[in-house]
């Protein structure tokens, strides 16, 4: 597939259903797609620096042939006022049309790398920030449960204390009753 920067650009990701951000799948296919259409540029590129290094040194050891096809010269803006025989003037136009895309392949590559780490990065903080949202929710939900805990046992001592109280005075009733028929026979 020929990536194009307008695909890197206009690429849109699903929304992930039970968390935020993206699909994690999904960015992680369109990212191997980048680096097998970057390894494919570069490819291609170390081809033609091959070929411009073949095309130099056989024009260095003999005459280049003429070749096989000629195309109009209309054609091609890049050769008006070019001699169409001189073969160091089209070797010359070649390193440079080749130069220039090779500049243009990194420039690219340069600016998808960037935009997949500022994407990578934004990604990250997105994530960063959403668990700490969520950490400082369970504080809080922690620091509430605990405080109902904290009141739950105060309750329970006081109750303890309370009902305590309320059957020794029951139990002392009792003895003062048990005393007084004892007493009273």
């Known amino acids: 597939m ?45 081809e033609l620096r091959q070929r411009a290094i073949a095309a130099e040194a056989r024009a260095g050891s003999k005459p280049v042939a003429a070749p096989a096809k000629s195309f109009p010269v209309a054609d091609f803006p890049e050769l008006a006022g070019v001699d169409s025989t001189s073969s ?13 895309h090779v500049r243009e392949g990194i420039e690219k590559r340069d600016a998808l790398v960037a ?5 990578a990065a934004r990604i990250i903080a997105e994530a960063e920030s959403s668990a700490r ?25 006081e109750y303890r204390s309370r009902l305590r109280g309320y059957i020794e005075g029951q139990l002392k009733d009792l003895d003062g009753m048990t005393a007084e028929s004892v007493s009273s026979r």
């Open 2 to 46: 020929a990536l194009t920067p307008e695909d890197v650009v206009n690429k849109r990701f699903q929304q992930t259903k039970f968390r935020e951000g993206y699909d994690q799948d999904e960015v992680d296919d369109f990212l191997d797609e980048i680096v097998v259409e970057l390894r494919r540029l570069s490819q291609e590129n170390e």
């Open 88 to 100: 160091n003037n089209l070797l010359q136009l070649a390193r440079r049309l080749h130069e220039e």
């Open 115 to 119: 935009e997949g780490q500022a994407t």
């Open 133 to 157: 949202s969520k950490v400082n929710k369970f504080d809080q939900e922690r620091a509430m449960l605990e405080n109902s805990i904290n009141e739950l046992r105060t309750f329970e001592r």
